[in-house]
């Protein structure tokens, strides 16, 4: 029996039924985009019920696969599972022959002569859901709230083993996601192919969207219950209403997600290119201007010194608007048009280079290999080159903003007992903070009458520090640890480590001002 099995903390009743209705609504989705497309490809196929059908069958699976868990089990849990689907099975073919009516015994019996298709996709869609929902509620319960009782490392191996199982989630809810996108894909193309635009229209994608929102929304949890067992290994104390806090916060940024992308425009009627080209040509106005401007100026000096100067005037240059292209009707767009397309393509381009900066920082081979390719190099050299640059330039703005500062203010009389200069040290590498926490532990309680002896090394300053302040022998030994290996290691220190000191660091200075 593993980790988690071992001795597992239930979940409470709402939280197991938010997260099964969860995993049914995101099931549910799927099977709507199955139905729509296959409604298309057979308009004579009745399947207006099955995602109702599905929604409980995934919910039926999802609460069976609780009790399998958790429940005392009078047979072996395949032969439940084995009778749950043979149940299934009968109250599918007992529905479907409930829907058709009185047939003759050829389209009733589903073994006469060939199969029975409708009933083979049905069975097919049930199996699926069943399946889909019977993965997704395992996985939940191997990410459910740590029993606190359990020893300190065996929670930390559970909450590693926590991280890769959900990951697996997501990756499973993803490929959800992308099946169903595909579906609703093919629909409209289907759709459109045929000349039927107009229906095509009609089918949105609220399915899919909405498989999205519960998406998110199971992540948010699964990732509560991670920091839950990570405050659970440190000894965090934790209040009844983070969950529901935690959800409260997560609906409401999902909804301002939602919000922000109804206003933002979700069409264009100009191409990248043309956009760029409208900018540029925006450009080359403003530049013409400027030296209009400039020419205005030296025409106004030169008269000041020439009475009557023969020079020509410059005239202003006739800033003729951009020339916006054709839309594929034939008609000029507007500039609201070219607002709505300006705003489209900088929000997509910016959420394209984030998640290619995300996915390159995350994976460093793919980095290695982009810069073995011919002549990656040179351009690896010349963006550093363009950020030195600019970080340079923003430096000099910087300095002659702080020049100017100074200036304005009066000198200040400098007093032999000047104030200690505070270091800010999330401006220092991780390396460098784990030592800072340390070293403020010393500092602390050489103030607190626990000062650390020349002689004394990390661990001996440490048992000395323990025995006087019983209550952080944990925090001292964790921060000691952490201290020896950034002070002695040469392999990179994590920011995570960071904050787990900082943590250590924290209950040490409560603990020392009583």
């Not at 996601?177 to 192919?193: E, I, K, M, N, P």
């Not at 050299?381 to 923003?394: H, I, N, P, T």
């Not at 010393?442 to 002896?453: D, I, K, M, T």
């Amino acid at each position: 029996m593993t980790a988690i099995e071992s001795r597992p903390r239930r979940d409470s009743a709402l939280t197991t039924l938010t997260n099964y209705l969860i995993v049914s609504g995101l099931l549910t989705c799927v099977v709507i985009g199955v139905v729509q497309l296959g409604r298309q490809l057979s308009p004579t196929w009745n399947a207006g019920y099955i995602p109702f059908l599905c929604f409980f069958i995934a919910l039926e699976s999802a609460y069976l696969t609780r009790y399998v868990r958790y429940g005392k089990l009078p047979v072996p849990w395949y032969t439940l599972r084995a009778a749950e689907a043979l149940v299934l099975f009968l109250l599918l073919r007992s529905l479907l022959g409930v829907l058709r009516g009185p047939q003759p015994t050829e389209v009733s019996n589903p073994f006469y002569g060939h199969p029975d298709g409708e009933l083979l996709v049905l069975v097919i869609i049930a199996a699926l859901t069943w399946v889909g929902s019977w993965r997704l509620a395992a996985e939940l319960l191997n990410l459910e709230t740590l029993d606190p009782m359990l020893d300190r490392e065996i929670v930390r191996e559970v909450a590693q083993v926590q991280v890769e199982i959900r990951r697996e989630l997501i990756m499973f809810t993803l490929l959800g996601g992308v099946a169903l996108t595909f579906l609703a894909g093919l629909l409209r193309l289907h759709l459109r192919t045929n000349s039927q635009s107009g229906e095509a229209a009609l089918h949105g994608l609220e399915h899919v969207v909405a498989y999205f929102f519960l998406a998110l929304v199971l992540f948010s949890r699964t990732r509560l219950n991670l920091l839950r067992s990570g405050w659970l290994w440190e000894n965090v104390p934790m209040g009844r209403s983070v969950g529901g806090r935690w959800i409260t916060y997560t609906l409401l940024m999902l909804a301002a997600a939602v919000g922000v992308a109804v206003v933002l425009p979700t069409r264009y009627s100009l191409g990248l290119l043309s956009t760029l080209g409208y900018i540029l040509q925006l450009g080359i106005i403003v530049i013409e201007f400027i030296f209009f401007v400039l020419a205005t100026l030296l025409y106004v000096l030169l008269s000041l010194f020439a009475p009557n100067p023969q020079l020509d005037r410059p005239q202003p240059p006739l800033a003729q608007p951009p020339q916006l292209s054709l839309a594929p009707n034939g008609t000029q767009p507007g500039i609201s048009e070219f607002v709505q397309s300006l705003i489209f393509w900088i929000v997509f381009l910016i959420i394209v280079g984030y998640v290619v900066a995300q996915y390159l920082r995350r994976h460093p081979e793919v980095v290695a290999w982009l810069k073995q390719l011919p002549g990656m190099s040179l351009v690896v050299r010349g963006w550093r080159k363009l950020r030195e640059w600019f970080s340079g330039l923003g430096q000099q703005i910087e300095d002659l903003r702080e020049a100017r500062r100074r200036a304005r203010r009066p000198t200040p009389v400098r007093s032999t007992s000047a104030s200690r200069r505070w270091l800010n040290p999330r401006k220092l590498s991780p390396r460098q903070q784990v030592q800072f926490y340390y070293l403020a532990m010393l500092r602390r309680g050489g103030e607190h009458g626990h000062a650390r002896q020349p002689t004394q090394t990390p661990y001996e300053y440490a048992r000395t520090l323990e025995r006087q302040v019983p209550e952080i022998d944990q925090d001292v030994d964790g921060i000691t640890e952490e201290f020896i290996e950034a002070r002695y290691s040469r392999h990179d220190i994590p920011p995570e480590q960071v904050g787990l000191v900082r943590r250590y660091w924290e209950r040490i200075k409560r603990a020392l001002r009583r």
